[in-house]
T-cell receptor, first 116, second 112 residues
Framework: DADVTQTPRNRITKTGKRIMLECSQT?????MYWYRQDPGLGLRLIYY???????NKGEISDGYSVSRQAQAKFSLSLESAIPNQTALYFC???????????????FGPGTRLTVL | TQLLEQSPQFLSIQEGENLTVYCNSS?????LQWYRQEPGEGPVLLVT?????EVKKLKRLTFQFGDARKDSSLHITAAQTGDTGLYLC????????????FGQGTTLQVKP
């Protein structure tokens, strides 16, 4: 079974609609991240959370919000979707940094979102 | 703002050829990682380099971290069709936030 799962895997929606992308993990990691991937731009960080009570904005948080419902669950919401939010979205997790650890991130399979 | 520039962005070669992908920045990173991503999947970690000048080998893949910890390279010897994919470098800054800065990625196509 996958350690990091994302639902849905594909979604087509219309401009102005609210949409939620969900991420669950069984790795027991405290840290979770949401990225978007666009061709030629790599992965850009939207939000990250170091524990249930800690939520931080990434480099491109405008137009997005998140909720950390539990250690294992981190959801991303688009309150009013727009076409330039069409992208591939990835959730990732990592363990708490400690001596000798270098923050390997474990990624889910991604959600392909199309906003018409 | 820390940035990582990858080059080339796209590479198409024949099986058996060698190639090098570069990852450059004007900023110093405490560590640098290389990930590989296949279609329909998330990136998967290949290697982490930590020390300036460090070289790590993973079968036919050789990774190097620059002496000043501002750049890195990935060299593939005798590429195989199974090496096809998107290669991403990612750097971690000196703070303990755990955030990674990703390069734009290099799409590698190895033709039989």
């Amino acid at each position: 079974d996958a350690d990091v799962t994302q639902t849905p895997r594909n979604r087509i929606t219309k401009t102005g609609k609210r949409i939620m992308l969900e991420c669950s993990q069984t790795k027991g990691h405290d840290r979770m991240y949401w990225y978007r991937q666009d061709p030629g731009l790599g992965l850009r960080l939207i939000y990250y959370s170091f524990d249930v009570k800690d939520i931080n904005k990434g480099e491109i948080s405008d137009g997005y919000s998140v909720s950390r419902q539990a250690q294992a669950k981190f959801s991303l919401s688009l309150e009013s979707a727009i076409p330039n939010q069409t992208a591939l979205y990835f959730c990732a997790t990592s363990d708490t940094l400690g001596t000798g650890t270098y923050n390997e991130q474990f990624f889910g399979p991604g959600t392909r979102l199309t906003v018409l | 703002t820390q940035l990582l520039e990858q080059s080339p962005q796209f590479l198409s070669i024949q099986e058996g050829e060698n190639l090098t992908v570069y990852c450059n920045s004007s900023s110093v990173f405490s560590s640098l990682q290389w990930y590989r991503q296949e279609p329909g999947e998330g990136p998967v970690l290949l290697v982490t380099v930590v020390t300036g000048g460090e070289v790590k080998k993973l079968k036919r893949l050789t990774f190097q971290f620059g002496d000043a910890r501002k750049d890195s390279s990935l060299h593939i010897t005798a590429a195989q069709t199974g090496d096809t994919g998107l290669y991403l470098c990612a750097g971690r800054g000196s703070s303990n936030t755990g955030k990674l800065i990703f390069g734009q990625g290099t799409t590698l196509q190895v033709k039989p």
